[in-house]
């Protein structure tokens, strides 16, 4: 087969989900799998001639991986989290990184949902007492959840959604958000966080990762909660104060909590879980598995697959986590050229007057910028000669030029 022909090669590690491998393959790819993550020398060894990347969080994309890697387009993380990315250095390399933001929020809010009825009910005492053998046939402490008050802290992704189910379980919600936030059905907006939580029976955290936000849970907002409500986190760990938490439940101000995410969390499955919350009553602890469902990892798995395939063939980088966002419609019978650049004055004129030089006329063309680069899109009715994209390729201020069809 000549390199004209043969497919583009892309190598997923980590045993991502079957269906994104299945995705590719539709696509034309072909697709190398690897069952665990690899090591940088093990990765820099393999990833010659490659042009995607799948990866989830145990493998490091660091600068010397891509300093290896001059085929590599895209790197999708089949994940959240896109830290194992040096996404800096695949900026200044053209490389587009893709992630999946939303593909385990129902899973997230499914657990919300499971865990508030379950505390509501006091079931987590109920089961350990049978389990210790204790018959304890009683309502006392037992509500049920329709008609109690639900106040979501964060309403992003996560929050909003919660919103919507909590609202089918005849709960009223309440939240409060630092942005301006379109409020869910009947969900009414509190004007700050005292206000929601001197509102209602159930305070659940669903803010993101900013720094700003460590801390933000402690003895103060506890203290302002009322008395038998109950209290869920399952957005970071560093946000809450646990040692707060935990006083405030052995006091009985709070009737109970759930807890997935820990300000420092075992490395490995298996290692021991250290933690002020462990052995409280009426407290639900699960090892960071809000979003850990199959349903999420097959989302994800076709999620990615589908981002950096459409990256590929139309150079649209929509979502992207650090190219510029541009998408632009593709048309029938054009060809279509995209140049990543420096993001300085003048460039759109500069190319623009190469494709006028060469009487090239732009049928389509969409510009965007992101921080130090600027990313066109440009279609023409005609295919683009070597001088004209040798010119582009020339210009001081290119990082990387493709050119789709
Ligand atoms: N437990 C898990 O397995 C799991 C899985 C997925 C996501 N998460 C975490 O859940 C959280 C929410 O995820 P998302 O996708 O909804 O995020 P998102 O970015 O869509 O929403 C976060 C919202 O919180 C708001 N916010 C930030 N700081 C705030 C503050 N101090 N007070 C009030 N509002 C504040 C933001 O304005 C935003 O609307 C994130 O921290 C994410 O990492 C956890």
Redesign the pocket.
Known sequence: MSPATAPRRALLLENIHSDAVAGLEKNGYAVETVAGALDEDELIARIRGVELLGIRSKTNVTDAVLAAAPDLLAVGAFC?GTNQIDVTSASTRGVAVFNA??S??RS?VELVIAEIIALTRRLVDKNTGMHAGVWDKSAEGSHEVRGRRLGI???????SQLSVLAENLGMSVFF????D?LALGNARRCSS?EELLATVDVVTL?????PG?SG?FGEAEFARMRPGSLFLN???GFVVDHQALRRHIESGHLAGAAV??FPTEPKARGDEFVSELRGLPNVIITP?????TEEAQQDIGQFVAGKLHDFVSTGNTSLSVNLPPVSLTSQNGVHRLTHLHRNTPGVLATINSVLADHEVNIEGQLLGTRGDLGYVITDIGSQYTQDVIGQLRDLPTTVRLRLLS
């Open positions: 959240i933001p939303f385990n929020t997230v802290i964060g309403y992003g992704n996560i929050g409060y958000d630092t942005a936030k966080i669903h803010v993101d990762g900013r936000n933000m399952l957005s970071r997935d995410v960071h598995i809000g979003g850990s």
